[in-house]
């Protein structure tokens, strides 16, 4: 038997701090709604033994359901066991470098049978472990109050086609903190922004996403923290409410470009996809494009002419960009014709446009 003590209920702070690997023991369904970014999942019970332990529990008692759950736990035990070495061979190639031992940061939902039963046993194997209290339910109270924080945002917006992700990403090598928050739901804003990319999140990991992002630029915001202007939707993501009241009244930096330059952007973006796919999209904007609009649209990505198709389309989202533009009352604005993304981030410190 172990001779180290399990650590319990350890604040969310303390289990922040704390170095080591993050398990996340709950069944899969649980996990990819929703979870701590960067958490392994190494789950006591898959769905279907969650739902009948839950059902137990609810029918015939808490007796009931940890029988259950002994019955479903008995066959995999040593299954289990050899994941939590491999873990703990993870943990120790990993962190090694670090000065502090490193642990093995545990959460259920609730911090409660699931996190302390592996708790005991990664104790026994001497893994260090540590439970958070309040487990994944105290994880998403800290995510949402981020949201309520007043934090010094910065807005990079321009038309379509003008780079403001290239441009945003250059402007993070500067260490000046930023949020891709495209990048963060896998998704471009518009019709075409999911096509080419790896499948979103839930709208609830994408706030765990952001939450931790917002925590990281926290030591660094002398210059503000920047983002893209956006909707409030990218695609299935929804940026929190709380977060996208802040950035409808943070300053915005507007940046143009060449109609040109903007096409050539365009092209290289989405000409790479798969032409059935690029049309779908097409059709699900139909409506706003017109049908004139959308035949020449759709007849150009057909013949492979894909400057005409993006020219073709380029009206209708500039038009949709004037328009949310209007609502922006402190709004700056920048031309970077003819700079690539890393010289247009250095001239817009040279001019003081990030300061």
């Known amino acids: 038997m172990s001779d180290i003590e399990l650590q319990r209920d350890l604040s969310i702070r303390k289990f922040r701090e704390a170095n080591g690997p993050i398990l996340d023991v709950r069944s899969p369904i649980e996990f990819n709604q929703g979870h701590w970014p960067g958490a392994i999942n190494l789950p006591l019970f898959n769905d279907d033994e969650r739902t009948a332990i839950g059902k137990a529990y609810k029918k015939e008692g808490r007796q009931k359901a940890i029988l259950i759950g002994l ?35 545990i959460y259920c939902w609730r911090g409660g049978m699931r996190s302390a039963s592996v708790g005991w046993l990664a104790n026994f194997l001497n893994l260090r472990p540590i439970i958070l209290k309040g487990g994944y339910k105290s994880y998403r109270n800290w995510t949402l109050q981020q949201f309520q924080k007043e934090w010094p945002l910065r807005l990079l917006g321009g038309r379509t086609g003008t780079g403001k992700t290239d441009l945003l990403l250059s402007i993070a090598r500067k260490n000046i903190s930023t949020i891709d928050l495209e990048g963060l739901a896998n998704h ?34 002398d210059k503000g923290i920047w983002l893209e202007a956006e909707s409030a939707n990218l695609g299935r993501c929804r940026i929190p409410n709380e977060l996208f009241k802040q950035m409808k009244t943070a300053p915005l930096l507007e940046i143009h470009r060449s109609k040109n330059e903007r ?16 049309k779908e999209a097409t059709s ?63 001239k817009l410190l040279d001019d003081g446009h990030i300061s």
Request: aromatic letters at 8%.
């Open 263 to 278: 096409i050539n952007q365009l092209v290289k973006i989405y000409s790479v996809n798969k032409k059935n796919d690029l």
């Open 284 to 346: 699900r904007i139909s409506r706003r494009l017109g049908p004139q609009r959308t035949n020449q649209a759709l007849q150009a990505i057909e013949e492979g002419q894909w400057e005409q198709a993006c020219l073709t389309m380029l009206e209708y989202y500039d038009r949709c960009y004037d328009y949310e533009l209007k609502r922006s009352s402190k709004r700056k604005t920048i031309d970077i014709t003819g700079f690539t993304a890393d010289l247009a981030a250095v």
């Open 71 to 105: 019955k479903s736990i008995n066959p995999k035990l040593i299954a289990f066991k050899k994941g939590l070495e491999d873990l703990a061979q993870t943990r120790s190639n990993t962190f090694k470098k670090t000065k502090s031992i490193p642990c093995l940061r």
């Open 188 to 221: 471009r804003g518009s019709s075409f922004g999911g096509l080419g990319l790896p499948l979103q999140p839930t709208s609830e990991q994408y706030e765990n996403l952001i939450a931790e992002n917002l925590e990281l630029c926290s030591t660094n915001m």
